[in-house]
């Protein structure tokens, strides 16, 4: 049985923004404007509008943080279909941000005194809000990427709505950007004695060394959320969960998922590794995990993740500070 909350567990704290880096201040898309008019070219005429520069995944930075340069302080891109530029919106002071994209190696002039940095470095030093334009560039930017061709016929598509779709100029079909539904959880155990509860973690095939952390997987066609996790703690760590409480969400543009927060509970203590694409799952008590991740035994997430902020509801304090 899947339900939303079992009567015998309490309700698991909801993680609110200052919990979550990629789920800060919210921008003004102007989404309804945008559908009606081109705002990059009414952002090229405004003389104001800044632009967020992409050079494959990084952007400029000072000192002072990420670096928006003016749209006339910035070269244009070489036409590459791939790449177009999109109007991402108005910032609380009313500036016009307009994404441009380069490739990695793209010699930028004027950027010579830049520092290139990633958003996963950016991600907890910068303010909300322009961590929001970040995130929702690198998504779109990746998008434009790999999708520039009709999934119907193969044709070249034309970037239209402000950078926000693409239409085929074969079939008139339209084709808007992906978001990926994910689910990522803390299994835990509802011991009546706190100092006996325990988490379940997993170490994954693609990490090295002794990194654990939460479990996630995308959601399948035709599931729930819900199902999506009592399908994937099963697969990989064979525990049966009956009780999902939903905590929070977290964009995550690596490429373009939204990562839906969960704990669930399990009532057994019995648990399998799947050997593929996690390689071991361990359960630790409060004073276990604190003590192997101070140790250095255990590498945890670091504050950039949503598993950082389920991992840390659970133990009612923050976690040891890591490099990952």
């Known amino acids: 049985m899947i339900s939303s909350q079992d009567p015998a567990t309490p309700p698991a704290p909801p993680l609110g923004p200052d919990d979550l880096p990629f789920a800060g201040r919210p921008f003004d898309r102007d989404a309804v404007e945008r559908e009606h008019r081109d705002l990059v070219a009414a952002a090229e005429e405004s003389g104001s509008a800044r632009v967020l520069v992409l050079r494959g995944s990084h952007v400029p930075t000072t000192p002072d943080g990420p670096f928006l340069p003016l749209l006339t302080e910035v070269p244009a891109t070489t036409g590459d279909p791939a790449r177009p530029d999109v109007y991402l919106g108005r910032t609380a002071d009313g500036t016009r941000v307009v994404l441009r994209t380069f490739p990695e190696d793209a010699q930028l002039p004027g950027f010579g005194a830049v520092a290139w940095q990633g958003l996963r470095s950016l991600a907890t030093t910068v303010a909300p809000e322009l961590t929001a334009l970040l995130v929702t560039g690198q998504a779109i930017a990746l998008w434009h990427r790999d999708h ?119 009532h057994t203590a019995r648990v399998h590794a799947d050997g593929e694409e996690i390689l071991d799952v361990q359960w630790f008590t409060r004073e276990q995990l604190l003590h192997a991740a101070r140790r250095g035994d255990v590498i945890l997430p670091s504050r950039v993740s949503i598993a950082h902020a389920l991992i840390a509801s659970w133990l009612g304090q923050e976690l040891p500070e890591t490099a990952w």
């Open 148 to 266: 520039p061709r009709c999934p119907r016929c193969g044709a070249l598509t034309e970037v239209v709505r402000s950078g926000w779709a693409r239409r085929c100029p074969e079939d008139d079909s339209l084709h808007f950007p992906r978001t990926d539904p994910a689910i990522i959880v803390a299994v835990v155990d509802d011991h009546p004695d706190p100092a006996q509860q325990r988490i379940l973690l997993g170490r994954s095939s693609l990490w090295s060394g002794n990194r654990y952390s939460t479990f996630a997987g995308f959601v399948e066609p035709g599931e729930s959320a819900e199902q999506a996790v009592v399908r994937e703690v099963g697969e990989e760590a064979g525990v049966v969960v009956d009780t999902v409480q939903y905590q929070g969400s977290q964009p995550w543009p690596f490429p373009r998922s939204l990562m839906l927060g969960y704990r669930a509970v399990a």
